[in-house]
């Protein structure tokens, strides 16, 4: 192997191997660290469902009615509770299914399954509907 100086371009000064060593280290490093700080980036973003609601379901059979949800994340999955006020006690969310800004959570209250799907308005407010009959309002419950 010849170990004499090598022109990258046609008008550049010569880089020998152990300058074309640290070149290329300095720029593999480089794009390691972009990549690491996309990813800690990525990860710490709070997702925009987490947290406590308060949710109006309108013109419900039994008038309008309020349900309280804490919705969580649990290493990347959502989980969540609610308040049935009738049996005044917590019940787990069946599941939770996110797309985008859109949530659909699935839950069982008073021996009925059901669904609630909301979408995002703003930083504090979303909309939506139980079943896709009946219209949903949520405010978050700051602390």
Known sequence: MDNKPKRI???SKPINLKQMK????CSLMAVMLLIA???VNAQTAPNYFVGKWDVLLKGTPNGDAHIKF?????VGHLKGTL?????NK???????VQEGDKITLNFTIQSYDVNLTLAKK?????TGSLMGMFDAV??????
């Open 90 to 96: 917590d019940v787990a969310v069946t599941s939770i």
């Open 9 to 11: 371009f046609k008008n």
């Open 138 to 143: 949520a405010d978050r419950i700051k602390k």
């Open 122 to 126: 703003d930083e504090d407010h979303a």
């Open 37 to 39: 700080a996309t990813k």
């Open 83 to 87: 308040r049935d006020t009738v049996e």
């Open 22 to 25: 640290k070149i290329t280290l």
């Open 70 to 74: 804490n919705i969580a994340d649990s």
